[in-house]
């Protein structure tokens, strides 16, 4: 199984939204542009937008670091925007792995699938 899945979750700080909204804007931007293992990236507000949950689907993990890549200083900026945690959920490579190493993003392996 080489796919993985990712689960970011954002508390936003306070009057942080709009600038959230505008990086993540350019963000789908850049993804639909310039990525080519990227399968899914889905963001989704709460009803009274102060909380979001961006789902993402990877071909493998040389897609997931090109997509990183292409995000570059943006990703920062948008974690900026708010309280961040997340999970990946795959098998990545050693590579992934040494860039995720002491980051907010846990990592989930395969137990059971169908």
Known sequence: MSELQGIARFKFHEGKL???????????????AKDTGTLQYEVY???DQSE??????YRDSEALIEHGAHLGDLAGAILATGSVS?????EPSSELKAKLAG???????PYLAM
Not at 52 to 57: N, P, S, T
Not at 86 to 90: D, I, S, W
């Open 103 to 109: 980051g907010v993003v846990r990592l989930f392996t």
């Open 18 to 32: 709009e600038e959230f909204k505008r990086l993540s804007t350019k963000a789908m931007e850049i993804v639909r």
């Open 86 to 90: 997340g999970e990946l959920l795959g």
């Open 52 to 57: 979001c949950i961006v789902l993402e689907r």
């Open 45 to 47: 507000l709460n009803d």
